[in-house]
Structure formats: C-alpha cells, structure tokens
C-alpha cells in the first residue's frame, strides 16, 4: 500500500518506476494474502482485497495512468498529492463512478447523511454484520457423509433430489451469499467509521456498497444493480488491455463487449481460486466454472431480452403513439428480462418534444412522482412493479442457489477426494469449504 501510494503521488504518468512499483506490489501482496494475518477478517476478506490492491494498483499506475492535477484549492491544503494518491487507494470502489453506485436515498438523490447519523448508522451495521457473520460460521450442517451422498448432475436428477440434498442446497446457496455480503459491509463500515470519524472525511465519498435488492430480478441485475462493485475497474481495465489494445478490436462494437465480459469473469475466476491455497489446484477450477456458468446465464438472458423486444416492436407498429405508456410497459415486461428501467430524463426531454405536459400526465402520471397530485398512483405502480416482477426474483433465487450450492458441494468433493488419495488431512473453513493440510 506504501508503494502504491508514494508512487502514484510522487512519479510521472509515463515514469518506468511504475512498472518497478507494480510488479514489487504483486510479490508482495502475493505473499501477504497467503499469510495467517490475512485470514484474521471474517471469511476471506483479507485475501480478498489484498489480492485485489494487485489488479487495483496495476490499474491506476501503468494502465489508467492517473497523474496528481493540482487545483487552486488543492494548493491551498497541506499534502494534497499524497492525499490525492492516499484517496485513490482507499476509495470505496476503485474508480467506479458515482452513477453507478447506490444513492444513500433513491427517493432523495441529493441527499447526505450528517457526521453524526452516518457513524451511528456504520456503528449499527458492524454490531449486525458481525453477529450474523459468527452466526452462520457456528453453525456447519454438512457432514462428511453428505459429500459422498450427493450425486453430481442437479439438474438431471431433480425428480430424484432428497429433502436433506435440497435443504443443504438452499442453506449453502443462501448462506455463501449471506456472509460474503456481511463481511464486505462490515469491512466497509469498519473503514467508512475510521475515515470519517477518525480522518474527518466527508460522508459523501461513502455511499453503501451495495444496491437494493428489489432490483435484483435477474442475473444481470443482480451483479450490475445489487452486488459490490468493488473489483469491477480492476477487472475490466485489464480485460480491456486484451481485447481493445493487444487484439485491437474497437471499444464500442458488441463483440468486444461481450469478449470483455468473458475474460472479465474469466479473470474473476483466477481471483477467487487465488483465494484459496489450500485447495488443490484441479478444485480450484471449479472457481471458474462457476463463473463461466453465471456469464453463460447472462447471455441467455440477454438473448431472450433482444428476441422479446424484436417481438414486442413487431406486434406496435405505432411507436410514437403514446410514447409515455409504451415505455412504462416496457419496463413492466422487459425489464423484468434485462433490467432495463424507465429514464425519467429521458422521458421528460421527450414530453419536451412531442407533448404538453399536462398530456403526458393524463397518460402516465406515475411517472411524475416529485408531483403531490399523482404520489398515490406512484404508490401504486411501484407496487404493481415489484409485484410484476416477482418471477423474476424468483428466477434469481433459484439460479443463485443452484450456482453456489454446486460451487461448494462439488469444490468440498474434490478436496476430500484428493485428501483421500494423498492421505492427507481435510477440515472445514468457516466458509462451508473443505481445506486439505
């Protein structure tokens, strides 16, 4: 972290020591998230971003290259570089942006939560973070018998699946989800409380980490909406590294969007079979299987998405007749496939265009939602949303159990097989994993 920081402040964009710093950063942290401080933190949270300061690191140094830019404030305040390299390092998300990230109220885009309120709320998420987190790591129903007595092939057998099979499958797929989300909130609300009540940081710079899980009706969703956005920059920089400055594909085209998602899931894959040392190296596969099977169901849900928008345009041929309601029935049907949401602004530039407002109230007022008059009938079409939007959370639960029940009952397979070959001792981590010593 030293490293990064000092050089990130103090050498040029173009400066060979980056690379120097770079690779330094990668030994090193390559060691340190193999050592017993590493696992300290619940889970694997410590290996996790110490693997992740890797990419992170390499990202901002050789190929984003960000360079310090001073300002008239900036000059005004002692130590802005190392500031500014300190904030690159330590910020919440590495380099998304603020529009992709959870607003602290939807209703109230603007708003910031005071000093006060904000430690409070941080100190209330630790307490419960840290009790579920001990919770479920106390609890361990697998037994040894239970690795031999699940047959591979889920989905060809599931007329043939036991009560205990489906119970483990619905523990396990729930529970891997349930703590990675605790220990990275808790992780989060650890630093967000050091930085703002300790450094004096502003509240703004820490929005939540994750989304709302109403938002989560399919895979895509789930990933892009709901869950962290933590490792996404380092990922896709380097993805974008391959495919658009090594392959030479141009940035925009679909091709090179959809190769950069599978090297970025692809990459996502080594970082969590990294993960584990443990492991056996042909267990540690299973980790990019797993992935390559959730980009798998990302494209078919793409798929289905275009095919039902290619029919639903077919079926309306007037598609400027009533422009306001057929977008809101867009977002009640395709959405629930691919995610797509109603874009107030680009409604309103459209009513701008096409239609007096008071037109365009008649025939969509929930789309007015900041006016007293419709607020009731707002109510209700959020309500009627979610409720339309039920198969789809339903369609995300049972893909998120199946992919990460399979993850853990067949990676604990591997292991106590290879254990039993090698005559090695096996046990399990408080993550439901078997680990082979």
């Not at 391959?242 to 030479?248: F, Q, R, S």
């Not at 106590?416 to 993550?431: C, G, I, K, P």
């Amino acid at each position: 972290m030293v490293i990064g920081v000092l050089t990130l402040a103090y050498t040029p964009s173009d400066s060979r020591l980056r690379l120097v710093a770079g690779l330094t950063i990668i030994v090193m942290n390559w060691v340190a998230a193999h050592s017993t401080i590493a696992h300290w933190f619940p889970g694997h949270i410590g290996p996790e971003y110490i693997l992740g300061w890797i990419l992170g690191c390499n990202s901002w140094l050789n190929l984003a290259r960000l360079q310090y830019v001073p300002t008239e404030e900036s000059q005004q305040r002692p130590h802005a570089r190392l500031r500014w390299a300190i904030y690159q390092i330590f910020d919440a998300r590495w380099g998304v942006s603020e529009a992709q990230t959870p607003l602290f109220d939807k209703n109230r885009p603007s708003w910031v939560p005071s000093r006060e309120f904000f430690l409070i709320w941080k100190l209330w998420t630790i307490s419960w973070t840290g009790a579920l987190t001990y919770a479920i790591k106390a609890f361990e129903p697998l037994q040894i018998e239970d690795i031999f007595a699940i047959p591979p092939g889920f989905l060809y057998r599931l007329g043939e699946v036991s009560y205990r099979e489906m119970a483990l499958r619905v523990y396990y797929g729930g529970t891997v989800l349930i703590q990675s989300y605790c220990c990275l909130c808790l992780m989060h609300a650890v630093c967000g409380l050091l930085a703002v009540g300790i450094f004096g940081d502003d509240p703004a710079g820490w929005r939540p980490l994750h989304g709302s899980p109403l938002e989560a009706w399919n895979i895509r969703n789930f990933y892009h909406k709901f869950w962290h956005q933590v490792m996404r920059k380092g990922f896709t920089t380097h993805a974008g590294l391959l495919v658009n400055t090594i392959l030479g594909l141009p940035r925009r085209n679909i091709v090179s969007r959809y190769l950069i998602a599978v090297v970025t899931f692809l990459l996502s894959g080594l970082y969590h079979a990294a993960l584990t040392p443990n492991i056996p190296w042909q267990c540690s596969t299973l980790q990019i299987n797993h992935q390559m099977k959730v980009l798998g169901i990302i494209v078919l849900e793409d798929i289905v998405a275009t095919s039902w928008k290619k029919l639903t345009s077919h079926a309306s041929p007037n598609k400027d007749k009533h422009f306001l309601r057929r977008d809101m029935s867009d977002t009640q049907t395709s959405g629930l496939i691919s995610g797509s949401d109603t874009s107030h602004s680009r409604i309103r530039q459209r009513i701008e265009k096409n239609e007096t407002i008071d037109k365009a109230k008649a025939l969509a007022p929930a789309d007015f939602a900041g006016d007293n008059t419709f607020k009731q009938k707002s109510y209700h079409s959020k309500r009627d949303l979610i409720v339309w939007r039920m198969p789809g959370y339903i369609w995300t639960a049972c893909v998120m159990i199946w992919l990460n029940s399979t993850l853990v009952l067949a990676t604990n397979k591997c292991v106590v097989d290879h254990a039993l070959s090698s005559r090695t001792y096996t046990y399990f981590d408080e993550n439901g994993f078997a680990q082979s010593i």
